[in-house]
């Protein structure tokens, strides 16, 4: 285990999974901790307990913890013997999350480190759980007073975080009445990826970017959040979403705060949290009878991916034959302030698309041609900043460049920044990064209850329109293409078009 003393390191915890026999566990946050215990960032006292209703023994379910970060984590097992030192931290306690008195078993847990440790720890209770089950879980643990030490003790929420505008509001309302904001973690993992972070140092630690970071410079703003799979076994839920739901209410949203937000005064949480708050209150809404000029929304048909033949979205498990659930969506966004009036935010999102690619655009006015010959306008582009965030990690600013030649010819050319290029470092996973900051009490890169509650404002007037009027030309994009021909009609309307990366070449 690498453990040194100029990292940031956790005050002794005890970390409480409910569906700790879960996929998200197994998968997502058990690895994740792991991690941070080999680079030296989990505490010298710390414990895992994971709860559920599942029958394990600490041994049986260490097993199963281990079998997911050998299958799932960026490092496995090298059978150095830091598993072994891993493993004594974490227990699973068997529990109904619906019966009080199964609580007391936590409060034991909690109790007994405290005599063994020789101070109070602090306490994290993770939710990784269906919705449903977070309000009774929330209660419970407040009737207990296991959430009495406000500075010490936090609970974290996994989205989706409500289903609209009036269950997110309800949510907010309960857990805020049990506890206090700031013991509230809403968590959104794409929050913790290393390119997404990176926005911030990108535009506010370079004196080239920020001045021309505003209406004057910037044409428009995409972003795209594309996936080469269908639903797999989530069609149940799935119907219960949808992607403008799944992916335009938390994740495009959030990151499009960031592109958009002002510069902070510090990097204090609440600090950067209002800037992003003040975004999404400056989103225009879209009007009801409106929705068809900035929103489009598309379902997968039948057909063929890499190869592989794929089922249709409504032939699914789980889904209805007549499904008119969304597993598309592209919407076009106006931001209503000095720095962005009459810039257009295009975003969309969908299952079996072209490429697996998250990819934030940034597409700048052309300069001016008059200076130059015709034959250079010929292969003339404007200048575009693109950051990708998966599954290349990199920055790349294109801009003219004289091609040589006895001819005043012009082609765009990229700067590029790769972070596996110029880091050696393996860079941590979002829940790494996240589940160390909920540890520290750092609740910067965490939603607060009004940013919640705003986002579902932005999107409710489509959300509603969309299932007061049923779609009845779905599916409407094949399997393998980019979407329903309407997202590209939908920009291209504009005098514009999507941005995709050329395919990376290869050594």
Not at 285 to 311: F, H
Request: charged fraction near 25%.
């Amino acid at each position: 285990m690498n453990k040194t003393n100029n990292k940031k390191r956790p005050s002794p915890t005890v970390i409480f999974i409910f569906g700790g026999s879960g996929d998200l566990n197994q998968r997502k946050l058990t690895p994740a901790l792991y991690n941070l215990f080999l680079d030296g960032f989990m505490p010298d006292n710390f414990a895992i307990v994971g709860t559920g209703r599942t029958e394990y023994s600490d041994d049986k379910f260490r097993k199963h913890l281990l079998d997911g970060i050998n299958d799932f984590s960026r490092r496995k097992d090298d059978k150095s013997g830091s598993w072994e030192k891993f493993a004594p931290n974490v227990s699973y306690l068997k529990m109904d999350a619906d019966k009080a008195e199964d609580y007391k078993g936590i409060a034991k847990i909690i109790q007994d480190l405290e005599t063994s440790w020789g101070e109070h720890p602090s306490v994290l209770f993770y939710l990784a759980v269906a919705p449903q089950l977070v309000p009774d879980i929330a209660t419970n643990l407040h009737k207990l007073k296991l959430c009495k030490d406000k500075a010490g003790t936090r609970i974290v929420v996994e989205k989706p975080f409500g289903h609209d505008l009036k269950s997110a509001q309800e949510l907010n309302s309960l857990l805020t009445s049990l506890f206090e904001e700031n013991q509230i973690y809403r968590i959104d993992h794409y929050l913790g990826k290393e390119t997404v972070q990176n926005i911030l140092a990108l535009r506010f630690a370079n004196a080239l970017f920020e001045p021309i970071w505003n209406r004057n410079y910037i044409d428009h703003v995409q972003i795209t959040a594309a996936e080469t799979v269908g639903v797999e076994d989530r069609g149940g839920y799935y119907e219960q979403a949808g992607a403008l739901r799944d992916m335009v209410q938390n994740h495009i949203l959030q990151v499009l705060c960031m592109v958009a937000m002002e510069a902070p005064v510090s990097f204090e949480a609440n600090e950067i949290r209002n800037k992003k708050s003040d975004v999404l209150n400056a989103i225009r809404k879209i009007k009801k009878t409106e929705v068809q000029k900035y929103a489009v929304r598309g379902q997968y048909a039948a057909g063929w991916m890499k190869g592989s033949k794929v089922k249709s979205y409504r032939e699914e498990k789980g889904v209805a034959l007549e499904s008119t659930i969304d597993t598309f969506a592209a919407v076009k966004f106006y931001i209503d302030n000095w720095r962005w009036q009459g810039v257009p935010f295009y975003v969309r999102t969908g299952k079996y698309l072209m490429e697996k690619t998250t990819l934030i655009t940034i597409q700048f006015k052309e300069a001016p041609k008059y200076a130059f010959p015709p034959e250079a306008s010929e292969t003339w582009r404007a200048n575009r900043l693109t950051i990708s965030i998966q599954p290349e990690m990199d920055i790349r600013l294109r801009f003219q460049a004289k091609r040589p030649g006895q001819t005043m010819s012009l082609n765009p050319v990229d700067m590029v920044f790769s972070y596996n290029d110029n880091y050696d470092d393996p860079q941590p996973e979002a829940y790494e990064t996240l589940l160390l900051d909920a540890m520290m009490g750092n609740a910067t890169q965490f939603m607060r209850d009004d940013q919640v509650e705003t986002a579902w404002e932005v999107i409710m007037p489509i959300l509603e329109t969309w299932e007061s009027r049923p779609a009845v030309d779905f599916p409407n994009y094949a399997p393998g293409t980019w979407g329903p021909e309407d997202a590209e009609a939908l920009i291209a309307k504009d005098g514009r078009t999507w941005v995709t990366l050329p395919p990376k070449k290869k050594d």
